[in-house]
């Protein structure tokens, strides 16, 4: 009688071998995508807008303002009168600078419109008036 | 054997996987751009806007919006200014939209009102206060 001879059956375990090499990747993409916060900045509540366009970052400069009027920049608390000489000595180092405002939704336009005359004197004229994308 | 154990690497490797990914806050700075005009005072840089071309849209420390135009005067909610400012704009293309901004306005409502004039194509656009 022939003998036949019993097939063996597939494996069935999952390849553990190229598991580190995936874990490497989404490391390294994590790890080069990761930015550290550099400033604290003041609590805001951003107010919503549709059709919000992104800033690229490495060109931007931040103005904080919160709902009582307070306003950062660098993590230091300025008054209106100071804003035309910081921005212009940001504006020294980058050219391409783009101010952006992280302004809490119940400040006060009136701030803001100082705030922009300063701008306008620092010769930073390129604004962005930052806003959460509204669903 | 003198080799480094590599069983455990993978185990290391998420581990830091891990520390990553709930510490990385992916922070994309989005906004309403505008380009201020410069400071300048003398009369010969300041340029003369015809009437027509000009569209005011005005609001109050209560949020309501005003639109004004040549020869027309009209309050107008938040909802139909996008629709209203799309025509004017496609009808004029020159069209300048002054937004002047109460100074006890809340500052959402400008931005809300900003947010709908970019929507509805307005390229031309002056920010002022009272």
């Keep these: 009688m022939a003998k036949f001879v019993k097939k063996n059956k597939p494996e069935s375990a999952i390849p553990t071998a190229s598991m580190s090499d995936i874990a490497f990747l989404l490391l390294l993409f994590f790890m080069v995508s990761t930015v550290f916060v550099k400033e604290r900045g003041l609590k805001v509540t951003m107010p919503r807008a549709e059709s919000i366009q992104k800033i690229p970052r490495n060109h931007s400069a931040t103005i904080y303002v919160n709902s009582a009027g307070t306003i950062s920049i660098d993590d230091f608390p300025v008054e209106i009168p100071q804003i035309a000489g910081i921005m212009n000595s940001k504006l020294a180092e980058d050219f391409n600078l783009i101010t952006c405002f992280r302004t809490d939704q119940n400040t006060s336009y009136g701030i803001m419109s100082d705030i922009l005359n300063q701008l306008r004197e620092a010769e930073c004229l390129r604004v962005s008036f930052e806003a959460k994308l509204k669903r | ?130």
Aim: glycine share 4%; proline share 3%; no cysteine.
């Design chain 2, 1 to 130: 054997m003198g080799g480094i154990p590599t069983s455990s690497m993978s185990d290391v490797a998420f581990l830091l996987l891990v520390f990553f990914l709930s510490t990385t806050k992916f922070d994309i700075k989005k906004g309403l751009g505008i380009v201020l005009p410069p400071a300048s005072t003398k009369a010969d840089k300041r340029v003369k806007l015809k009437d027509e071309n000009i569209t005011k849209v005005l609001i109050n420390k209560e949020g309501e919006i005003l639109l004004k135009t040549k020869d027309s005067e009209e309050q107008i909610s938040m909802a139909k200014l996008k629709s209203r400012i799309r025509t004017l704009v496609k009808n004029n293309p020159d069209m300048v939209i002054s937004l002047k901004t109460d100074r006890k306005s809340k500052y959402k409502y400008m931005v809300m009102v900003l947010d709908r004039l970019q929507a509805a194509g307005a390229e031309k656009i002056s920010l002022s206060t009272n």
